[in-house]
């Protein structure tokens, strides 16, 4: 009755919905998952995610195939769509897939808020421009990810036969949020240009690399990055030796991403973070593998709660990254995940550096990764059993964690 009551309050003080969520329902299309909408505002358009939810704490949440999810018109787009509303997304990030009809096209957009767009399938043009005026022509295919320049017209095109589907990622919660409370127009009808987001013809071409200053992961800054799924990754401290991967900076924005692959038979260390700011994932890779969450202990089977959150390619999902987490590749080829989030590695500021998140600093010396030496035996058997199924061996780990951590840690002596 007590855990009813604490229930029923917390719908009581939160009846009125935000600009953001008042916003996506006019948009009348299918939103799946609940976010922070009320229970009691909750509407037909709403559909069910997979979650897993400890006492009020919602710990997790996730669509096994978001290219997959139903799908129903959408007017403001031209094409058909639905919203992705995760609870952990805090209204900082949002997300959503939308369709484009086959030799087809979406209706013009424009908008005041940061997009990521990850081709699910199919293959088309994008166009960018002011004033109707054609400036950039950007041609894509499934796997592709490109960033949209803030304020500025585009529009996105169907080349092929079959529909074309992609992934969205937007900060739309957090600038209609900010700035639409009594006119829309300021976020969808704003005159101002960017120039420093935007170079003109050359936006797509061309990429840099550089490492971050505290040694913990090179950054890739470049507005288009081709078959996410597949191209290559740096061997630097963001996954250990266990594959690499990068970071993403496009377009100067805040909303940023890294990719962490991991081989055939391998996993990453168990770890946290002290906050999530919009944090959501997306596997682009052919993979097969799982993610374990807990809170408490180091060891997963030691926590008073604990869960084990399956994945596949086209999976979006999300979860409290202060919880711990561990990720491990089942499959038969290397796997690898986008992570996006708030958080700029050029202008720090939204998220920070690495160095205050203390996640490659392992807990012997006061940061939030596990050492091999601290690892739960039983996580491991739970991983050679899943690869048992399946005909594969678990690498020794001794092969490739043999203190994978050294070169980021000694970033930080002081």
């Known amino acids: 009755m007590a855990e009813k009551a604490r229930e029923e309050d917390i719908v009581k003080k939160d009846r009125r919905l935000t600009p953001y969520e008042k916003w996506i329902r006019e948009q009348d299309v299918y939103i799946y998952g609940k976010g922070h909408f009320p229970e009691d505002k909750l509407t037909d358009n709403h559909r069910a995610v997979e979650r897993v939810k400890h006492r009020e704490d919602i710990w997790a949440e996730w669509l096994p195939d978001a290219k997959e999810i139903e799908l129903t018109e959408w007017d403001r787009m031209g094409g058909r769509g639905a919203f992705i509303k995760f609870w952990n997304f805090r209204q900082f990030t949002d997300a959503f897939v939308v369709e484009i009809p086959p030799n087809g096209a979406l209706e013009p957009q424009k908008h005041l808020w940061e997009l990521q767009l990850y081709a699910l399938s199919g293959k088309g043009t994008l166009t960018i421009g002011q004033d109707e005026e054609v400036e950039t022509t950007l041609e894509w295919e499934a796997d592709d990810m490109f960033a949209i320049p803030l304020n500025f017209s585009y529009q996105l095109y169907n080349t092929g036969d079959e529909p074309a589907k992609l992934l969205g990622i937007s900060t739309a919660p957090s600038m209609i949020n900010a700035f639409s409370r009594y006119n829309m127009d300021f976020v969808l009808d704003n005159d101002f240009e960017f120039t420093d987001r935007y170079s003109g013809e050359d936006f797509f071409e061309g990429e840099e690399d550089w490492m971050m200053p505290e040694g913990v992961g090179r950054v890739i800054e470049a507005n288009y990055l081709s078959q996410v799924g597949t191209r290559e990754t740096f061997d630097v401290a963001i996954s250990g030796d266990t594959g690499g991967g990068f970071f993403w900076q496009p377009a100067e924005n805040a909303l940023v991403g890294h990719v962490s692959q991991f081989e055939q038979g391998v996993y990453s260390a168990g770890h946290k973070h002290p906050w999530s700011t919009g944090l959501g994932f997306v596997i682009p890779a052919e993979g097969e593998g799982f993610t ?113 951590w050294e070169p980021a840690e000694a970033q930080f002596d002081d």
């Open 292 to 404: 374990l969450l807990w809170k408490g202990p180091k060891h997963w089977s030691e926590a008073e709660f604990h869960m084990k959150l399956p994945y596949k390619k086209h999976t979006v999902w999300t979860f409290d990254s202060r919880l711990w987490h561990e990720h491990f590749n089942v499959g038969e080829t290397d796997d690898r995940y986008y992570a996006w989030y708030l958080g700029s590695k050029k202008w720090p500021g939204y998220g920070g550096w690495f160095k205050r998140w203390g996640s490659y600093v392992t807990t012997r010396r006061g940061g939030w990764n596990i050492p091999l030496a601290d690892e739960d035996p039983k996580t491991l058997e739970m991983f050679q059993e899943e690869l048992d199924k399946r005909g594969l061996e678990m690498r020794d780990p001794d092969e490739w964690r043999e203190d994978p």
